[in-house]
């Protein structure tokens, strides 16, 4: 079955650095993959789409990769500040289309001023 | 624009009971679904719609009910609770071009007991 995998434990950094969160997948090809940002007691907050063909994304502070091979996207934060603690979740679409989403569990980010 | 709204936030019901969850969306979207989400694991696909009058299963679709009268609303209705869906449960909606973004309501946490 399609499986998504997220780093399970949270991710503390300092202010200032960049956070890199990791998005390893299996048994599927996705056509997109996409990040959302969910604060506690919040639903999900859409950040950021990649398409298969595309290699880098990007959008202010933010970066995402797609390595259809390695069946990984990884995302950045660059200049990370304490407002961007949050847990940040990683979704593709499934098999069939219509947009629905296969998310993983999620990667909680804390950032230390 | 409110985007997309569910009600209650807040639900406690016995073992048994059935409730509906309410969803809501003003942003015309034809692409509707419902998740639960729960601690470790990803949000799971519950029931999805393709437009008023089509609905289709998930991956956990027991035990919930659907039905999509209007392109705006699209109801979740729990037939017997079980403390097995005590949960968070989101709606989402998104355009049907199906590679853009799912915008989430607040979500509803239900206790069974």
């Known amino acids: 079955s399609q499986k998504i995998e997220q780093n399970s434990e949270a991710l503390n950094i300092q202010e200032g650095k960049t956070a890199t969160l990791t998005c390893n997948y299996t048994?599927?090809?996705?056509?997109?993959l996409q990040w959302y940002r969910q604060d506690p007691g919040r639903g999900p907050v859409f950040l950021l789409l990649?398409?298969?063909?595309?290699k880098e994304k990007r959008k202010e502070r933010l970066k995402v990769t797609f390595d259809t091979t390695l069946k990984q996207s990884l995302f950045h934060i660059t200049a990370s500040q304490p407002a961007d603690s949050a847990t940040y979740l990683c979704a593709l679409d499934r098999a069939g289309g219509y947009n629905k989403l296969i998310f993983g569990a999620g990667t909680r980010l804390a950032v230390h001023p | 624009n409110a985007g997309v709204t569910q009600t209650p936030k807040f639900q406690v019901l016995k073992t048994g009971q059935s409730m509906t969850l309410q969803c809501a969306q003003d942003m015309n979207h034809e692409y509707m679904s419902w998740y639960r989400q729960d601690p470790g694991m990803g949000l799971r696909l519950i029931h999805y719609?393709?437009?008023?009058?089509?609905?289709d299963q998930g991956e956990v679709p027991n035990g919930y009910n659907v039905s999509r009268s209007t392109t705006e609303d699209f109801p979740l209705r729990l037939l017997s609770a079980a403390p097995s869906q005590t949960s968070v449960y989101f709606c989402?909606?998104?355009?049907?071009?199906?590679?853009?973004?799912?915008?989430f309501g607040q979500g509803t946490r239900l206790t069974v007991v």
């Open positions: 990649i398409r298969e063909n595309e």
């Open positions: 048994n599927y090809s996705p056509a997109y």
């Open positions: 719609s393709v437009g008023a009058g089509i609905t």
């Open positions: 989402a909606s998104t355009q049907p071009t199906g590679n853009t973004e799912a915008f």
